[in-house]
């Protein structure tokens, strides 16, 4: 596809145009649909009102529907700070409380991974509707359990993958998925930073409760922290479920008694012989954050928002290095007597995805739960997507500690694609 074609394609591409079939959780939430609910209010409880539960909190507060009633934390540092974004709300320092307050709807569990299934369960038990933090669970079958209670209880079930309810994610998926650009031949997630990962600790007794996401008792580590986002992109670029993972983790730098790994490469390979990796290290930032699909004709960087031609770029760059290379210009270089030259990468500046998008999805997930509470309607495959990511990033966890290509078990497979 050459640039003038490829631009004239991206130019077709409307957001307003987007097939449900790539996002069909979004199904009754257009514009139309959000009037049918207007007037109606969910009255939220808070489980865990850290730095992500405020997150949360700041942007309920743009929701016309959504209404913070309760905060529950046991850490009262927390407690105080998210009482100060929602001064009338009750609160408590017992989850249970929380879930036997008749005043709450709903509530937003975000405490620490191996919480996460005692407490869903709990409060779908308590008719409450919930929308728990990734990733879904410690283990997978833990995953298993809170995906039949949820299909059982007949409430409202999320999970905060944002990233399907992202903007850009769902133009992106919708081209994709109708082969616009190609058949896709890769996926590559990576996300690096460069710091220790600690939270300061005012008191020793409190460090395994501040950075409980070191600690193996508590957390997956960098697997079910920041891999459960990214390693939905393959499945949902390709509509089908990988069938094989295998990698290889260490504690490369911060050598510190933490007890997750400081580094990890994972490579996940699906039907087709296409293969997805992560990769995250927490001792390097340069190349950030990144997410790619790689199709025959167009690579897309969904973290950048921008898609890029595979028009080859002109040559002649390299036959003139090349030709210099022969000549003896390099003699004194490691080119000397060979005929090898570097392949740079495209020099395509590309286009943007959905330019001045902002945000990362998680104002519109709460909007669509909200819409959903309301209509009385679980949406389609939400549920099943938010499985998978937890289910297949809990597996890649397994094969680092045990240094094996593994697939997932027959019984952890739930009826989706």
């Known amino acids: 596809m050459d640039r003038r074609e490829f631009l004239k394609r991206i130019g077709t591409l409307s957001a307003a145009g987007l097939a449900l079939s790539a996002a069909p959780w979004l199904e009754g939430c257009t514009p139309e649909g959000q009037a049918t609910i207007r007037g109606g209010k969910v009255r939220f409880g808070i489980i865990g009102p850290g730095s992500r539960g405020q997150y949360h909190m700041r942007n309920l507060a743009a929701v016309p529907q959504a ?52 407490m869903t369960l709990d409060a779908l038990a308590a008719g409450k509707h919930v929308l728990c933090e990734k990733a879904m669970a410690y283990t997978m079958e833990d995953c298993r ?62 460090e395994r409760r501040i950075n409980w996401r070191l600690y193996r008792a508590y957390s997956r580590g960098l697997m079910t922290e920041l891999a459960c986002h990214q390693l939905q992109n393959g499945t949902w670029a390709l509509g089908m479920l990988p069938v094989q993972v295998m990698g290889a983790g260490g504690y490369v730098y911060w050598k510190d008694g933490r007890e997750v790994f400081d580094s990890v490469s994972t490579i996940y390979t699906f039907p087709n012989g296409v293969n997805m990796t992560f990769e995250s290290v927490i001792s390097n930032k340069h190349f950030g954050m990144g997410e790619q699909i790689l199709c025959k004709e167009a690579t897309i960087d969904l973290a950048g928002g921008r898609y890029y031609s595979e028009t080859p770029r002109p040559r002649s760059g390299i036959r003139q290095l090349v030709g210099e290379i022969e000549q003896g210009i390099f003699s004194n270089s490691v080119f000397a007597g060979t005929s090898w030259a570097a392949e740079s990468g495209s020099s395509d500046p590309g286009v943007a995805v959905m330019p001045g998008a902002e945000g990362d999805g998680s104002l ?11 209509t009385g309607k679980q949406p389609p495959h939400v549920l099943e997507e938010a499985y998978y990511g937890a289910v ?6 397994e094969a680092l500690l045990r240094n094996e290509i593994l697939t997932l078990p027959d019984e952890l497979r739930i009826d989706y694609l």
């Open 67 to 118: 209404e913070i009633v309760a905060l529950c934390d046991d850490y009262p540092p927390n407690l105080e700070a998210a009482g100060r974004l929602a001064p009338a709300a009750k609160r408590y320092d017992d989850y249970r409380q929380l879930l036997d307050d008749p005043q709450v709807d709903a509530v937003i569990i975000a405490t620490p991974l191996h919480l996460h299934c005692r």
């Open 392 to 397: 297949f990033c809990l597996l890649g966890d």
């Open 145 to 206: 359990t809170m995906y039949q209670a949820g299909r059982r209880s007949g409430r409202i079930f999320f999970v905060g993958q944002q990233r399907l309810f992202d903007p850009k994610y769902i133009k992106v998926m919708d081209s994709v998925r109708k082969g616009e650009f190609g058949p896709v031949v890769n996926v590559r997630n990576y996300w690096f930073r460069n710091n220790d990962w600690r939270r300061s600790v005012p008191s020793p007794d409190l």
């Open 364 to 374: 519109e997930m709460l909007e669509a739960f909200c819409h959903a509470i309301l």
